[in-house]
């Protein structure tokens, strides 16, 4: 894929069984270079984005505060700026876990 020469800027990205999850704020100009590099997008997934502090347990505290609400986690992956990046099945709910 070609995302320097379509002007935008993939913020992360991760492969999954299969599938590739891009994390990127243009989402058309990334629907379309993707489509244009041969890739078939089946979807898009709203996230969370969350910056652990740089510490041990930091991010073991996000995944307790998520899973003591017993929101289930559908993926999660690193990005840019040591950020990690949340899919879950209950957006809302896992917006209200980690708004305190």
């Known amino acids: 894929m070609r995302s320097a020469v379509a002007g935008i800027n993939l913020e992360g990205h991760a492969e999954m069984s299969g599938v590739v999850h891009v994390l990127t704020k243009d989402l058309e100009a990334s629907r379309r270079a993707l489509e244009a590099a041969g890739f078939?997008?089946?979807?898009?997934?709203?996230?969370?984005?969350v910056t652990p502090d740089d510490r041990p347990g930091s991010a073991a505290g996000i995944y307790r505060r998520i899973a003591?609400?017993?929101?289930?986690?559908?993926?999660?992956?690193?990005?840019?700026?040591?950020?990690?990046?949340?899919?879950?099945?209950?957006?809302?709910?896992?917006?209200?876990?980690?708004?305190?």
Do not use: H, W
């Open 40 to 49: 078939t997008v089946v979807g898009e997934q709203p996230v969370v984005l």
């Open 68 to 100: 003591d609400a017993k929101i289930n986690i559908r993926f999660c992956y690193l990005a840019t700026r040591d950020r990690l990046v949340i899919g879950a099945d209950d957006m809302e709910a896992l917006r209200a876990a980690l708004s305190d």
